[in-house]
């Protein structure tokens, strides 16, 4: 196994891992999985495994932009993509997160923003 494989399969394991502890993740995706799989099963199969790798690679040499672009994201989370920058992007995608939970919040603001 090539260095590279064996940090990025360990990089998945800690996300699948961080992923899976976090209960709203459970909610906020289960309506997006096919019937009868579980969140769990589905972020330990060997196709998120694949699709996480492909995505990795794609973000780590600045091809992942176009992509990312689709889903709407800033100018900050473009910018960090289309330069490969994953610290910069992750960073980028938590501020986008909590930017867009204070807006909903205002937005609703009778609304439980963390149901469980």
């Known amino acids: 196994m090539r260095p590279q494989e064996s ?5 998945h394991a800690l996300v ?4 899976s502890s976090t209960s709203i993740s459970h909610n906020a995706f289960s309506n997006h999985l096919p019937p009868g799989d579980s969140f769990s ?11 996480f790798s492909s995505f990795w690679s794609a973000l780590h040499t600045g091809q ?3 992509v990312v ?3 709407g994201f800033g100018s900050r989370v473009m910018i960090a993509a289309n330069n490969g920058d994953i610290e ?3 960073d980028a995608l938590q501020e986008t997160e909590t ?10 603001p009778n609304r439980e923003q963390n149901p469980e």
């Open 64 to 66: 992942a932009a176009p």
């Open 41 to 51: 099963t589905t972020i330990c199969s060997p196709q998120f495994s694949q699709a």
């Open 7 to 11: 940090t990025l399969k360990e990089l």
């Open 88 to 90: 910069e992007f992750i």
């Open 69 to 71: 672009q689709q889903f």
């Open 16 to 19: 699948a891992s961080e992923i």
């Open 99 to 108: 930017s867009v939970v204070e807006e909903n919040a205002q937005a609703h």
